[in-house]
């Protein structure tokens, strides 16, 4: 079979027909059982972050502090990654601001386990911020969009 020739000599491919297969439209990484499960993991992710940064943030202050928000926000991105939606990064933060107001409130023998001092405030108020940042974003950045490379 011998193809039709342009001007130049060059042989022309015609173009697809209707019939041929189309790609796939971009889609959720994950199907919608296992976006499911991810979400409760992701929560259940969210509560153990929370509960790793009461303990974690007044024991090593300011490191502690700053490695519990870097916790969070890395379980956040990596959510939105995972199941790219923004539940995926809202739904660990729902856990983990669940565990700071179990934190905050007294227990009957008068003991809590977040002081007021600063060090708890930064946490709680960047946590705050830290996460509704991640999950209100409108893409992922670029270093941490699937299929980017990085040139060194």
């Known amino acids: 079979m011998r193809h039709p ?10 173009a697809p027909r209707s019939s041929s297969p ?6 959720y990484p994950l ?12 929560t259940v992710l969210g509560v153990a972050v ?3 940064g009461v303990f974690v943030q007044p024991l090593w202050f300011p490191g502690g502090l ?4 870097a916790g969070l926000v ?9 199941t790219g939606t923004r539940p995926g990064a809202a739904l660990p933060a729902v856990g983990w601001f669940a565990v700071q107001m179990i934190a905050l409130s007294p227990r009957p023998e008068g003991d809590f386990l977040l002081v007021s001092d600063a060090g708890s405030y930064l946490f709680l108020l960047g946590g705050m911020i ?8 409108r893409s992922l950045p670029r270093f941490l969009q699937p299929g980017s490379r990085r040139d060194l």
């Open 5 to 14: 020739e342009n001007r130049l000599g060059r042989a022309v491919v015609p």
């Open 22 to 27: 189309q790609p796939p439209p971009a889609g």
């Open 31 to 42: 199907g919608t059982q296992a976006r499911g499960a991810a979400y409760l993991l992701l």
């Open 50 to 52: 929370g509960v790793a």
């Open 66 to 69: 700053l490695l519990a928000l």
């Open 74 to 82: 890395a379980l956040c991105c990596g959510g939105r990654l995972l």
């Open 130 to 137: 830290l996460s509704v940042v991640s999950a209100t974003m």
